[in-house]
Nanobody, 126 residues
């Protein structure tokens, strides 16, 4: 059974930083895309960032470019999201997601994942 477990959420003041981590267990695929989505109350889920296990290509939503950095460790099947210069509008539940096989990258960019984590709350106060 594949499980994605997020950690690192919390409360931070605007301008501060947080680092989210996601660890995948029961996961044997070598070719996949892994990333982060977020959903704020009353808003649609938004793709934040993702990274490909194969060539390391990355994607960032325009709203986080220059402030967030995604990284991964393929051997450990982990992904991290370093969030800096946080803004109140970054407040949301952040979920880790994985889409497998060579089609995973394209599917994850469309918000279609094979596995989802439970999510971790990030709250940025003004």
């Amino acid at each position: 059974e594949v499980q994605l477990v997020e950690s690192g959420g919390g409360l931070v003041q605007a301008g501060g930083s947080l680092r989210l981590s996601c660890a995948a267990s029961g996961f044997t695929f070598d070719d996949y895309a892994i990333g982060w989505f977020r959903q704020a109350p009353g808003k649609e889920r938004e793709g934040v960032s993702c990274i490909s296990s194969g060539d390391g290509r990355t994607y960032y939503a325009d709203s986080v470019k220059g402030r967030f950095t995604i990284s991964s460790d393929n051997a450990k099947k982990t992904v991290s999201l370093q969030m800096s210069s946080l803004k109140p509008e970054d407040t949301a539940i952040y979920c880790c997601a994985v889409a497998v096989w060579t089609t995973g990258w394209a599917r994850l960019l469309r918000g279609k994942s094979d596995y989802w984590g439970q999510g971790t709350q990030v709250t940025v106060s003004s």
